[in-house]
C-alpha cells in the first residue's frame, strides 16, 4: 500500500462524502412543534388556493375565519341544529344528519400554534391576524353553540386569587414567637 491509501473500513458506506466529517442530524421535533409547522404550511397551502392568491404577508383575520371554516368539513364532532329531536342532549340514543364539525377545542389549539408560528416567522404580535378580537369572538360563539346542541354548558373558571384570598381570612392569624 502507498502513503495515502488506508484499507477500507467495512462501515464506511459509498455514501459518505469529505472525508471522516460526521454532521449529525438535527433533534427530531417535539410533537407540539410538527405539529405546528404542519399547520403553518396547511394555512400557507390554503392561502396559496385562494382565487387570486393571497401572501402570508398580505393575510388578515377574515382569512383566517374562512379558513376555520373550511376545516369545518373535515371535523368528526356531531353538532345538533336547532331544529334536531337530539339538540341538547350530550349523547343521543340514534343517528342523525346534522353536519359534523370541528370541535371547539381543536379549533381553540389550532390557533394556538398558528398564532405562535405567524410570530416564530417574523410576524408581529401587533399585526398576528391569529390573535385578532375576531378570532377571539368566533372561537367564543363555536364553543357556546357546541355546548347548547350537546346540552354541556361550559362553567367560567373562578379566579384562583379569590380562593387564596377566602382560605387566608379563613385562617386564624399566625402569633410571632
Known sequence: MSGDQRPKDSAEGSSRSGGDHY??????LSRYESQKRRDWNTFGQYLKNQ????SLS????NH??????YLDQFGKTKVHLHGCVFFGQ????APCTCPLRQAWGSLDALIGRLRAAYEEHGGSAETNPFGNGAIRVYLREVKEC?????GI?????TKKKTQIRARNEAKPPMQSA
Open 23 to 28: 454532521q449529525p442530524q438535527p433533534a427530531p
Open 146 to 150: 357546541q355546548a347548547k346542541a350537546r
Open 51 to 54: 382565487r387570486p392568491p393571497v
Open 58 to 61: 398580505q393575510s388578515n383575520c
Open 90 to 93: 350530550p349523547n343521543p340514543p
Open 64 to 69: 383566517v375565519l374562512d379558513f376555520l371554516r
Open 153 to 157: 354548558p361550559y362553567k367560567k373558571k
